[in-house]
């Protein structure tokens, strides 16, 4: 039993070693859940992002950190393996299809089992522990059955998928039985909640959409978006893309959707940045998305860019967040076009970078954000026209729409989520 009243548990600690010291690592999760931790005296249990590295507990940037260690064969079971080629693919409805691995489902019960003890260990008696996300599936029920004292909510923070594709998991009845540890469950969506209520109604659970933490898109000096679009030779449409590089983000289609328009002579005077954190290299559809972005970037810019003035401006790195901001308030056309996502946080922060209603959002119907964000140019990413038109519509904004959305953000920020979640918990 430990002294914090309040322990948050997520895959990862929000830090990432560079060079011998640590920042702050990029990422929804992190962004989200920094500053509520901060507020309350409480500590995060996770793991630092180094294989085989064990660290006792530490404190950053007012955080207790607690760190839970993997070693390579966590790290490729448990992660690599059962989270993000079984989980990610079968909770995005098959985009690809996932693997089901008896070895890999083996060690993401073990992997839950250390974190549900580093939590055990760091809770006081009767404290509030809020576990997130589809990692971390079996905590709950584990955890209470070694601390019935403690409360625990669980949020996903990806969507849940329906009951007919759930159950081609082989384990869906252990995944359940973890999940039941819970007092609450929250969801995204309404109808991720829906889907999960198929399978059980035995446990609480609520909708809870994600924000973001405004404080942390800083408003950009108009001197340095004039130099960014200057840099990019000053366009008549600047559009822009923010993703970490995943399946699952719909940048193909994007540049697709860009393609076909420069050809039919609709566009012209643009340039397109797109962003891609790294993310996931050494999974094998990872690659072959990458693969595919880039193959298409060169193309498009082959085809129809010009020396010195390419069409697309790509960065496969992650950005300082402190530019992010820049980015957003430069970008005429923001596109946000997964095929399937829990929230999507970069369409926030662009509405963010936009108190004065220019900008447009292209929006892809399957983002979680499309409910709170109905007033941007929705899209249906499995159809290109839709995308093209869209992004049409898009090049001749109405401001009404992008102050509304930006009203909505301010109000409803991550603050807000954090409070609706816990005073419901
Ligand atoms: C999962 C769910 C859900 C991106 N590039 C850089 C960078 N970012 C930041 C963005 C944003 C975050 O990363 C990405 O958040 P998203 O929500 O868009 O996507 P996921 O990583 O897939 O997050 C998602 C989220 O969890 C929260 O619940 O919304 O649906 O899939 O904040 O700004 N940050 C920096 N450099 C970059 O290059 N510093």
Redesign the pocket.
Known sequence: MGDNAFVVVANRLPVDRVGGRYEVS???????LAPVLRSREGCWVGWPGDVGVELEPFMFNGISLVPVALDQEDFEGFYEGFSNSTLWPLYHDLIVTPEYKQEWWERYVAVNEKFARAAAGAAAHGATVWVQ?YQLQLVPGMLKALRPDLTIGF?L???FPAPALFQQLPWRNEVLEGLKGCDLIGF?RHADEDNFRLLTTEIRTGTFP?S?DLG?IEAAPEASIRNLRERVGDPEHLLLG???L?Y??GILQRLLAIESLLEEGKLDDIAFIQ???P?RERIEHYRTTRREVEEAIGRINGRFGDVGRPVVHY?H?????E??GTYYAAADIML?T?FK???????K?YVAAHPGGDGALVLSEF???AVELHQAYLCNPFDLESVKDAIMAATEPDPARMRQMHDWVVEHDVAAWARAFLEAL
């Not at 990029?26 to 989200?32: C, E, Q, R």
């Not at 790195?317 to 967040?321: A, E, M």
């Open positions: 990029p990422g929804g999760l992190v962004a989200a996300d949020f923070h990806i969507p995204q994600i973001i942390e923010v993703d970490r995943d699952t983000k962003l891609a954190t993310s960065v790195r992650s950005i300082p967040r530019q992010l946000v997964p996502d829990g929230m999507n946080l970069v369409a922060e983002a979680g954000a």
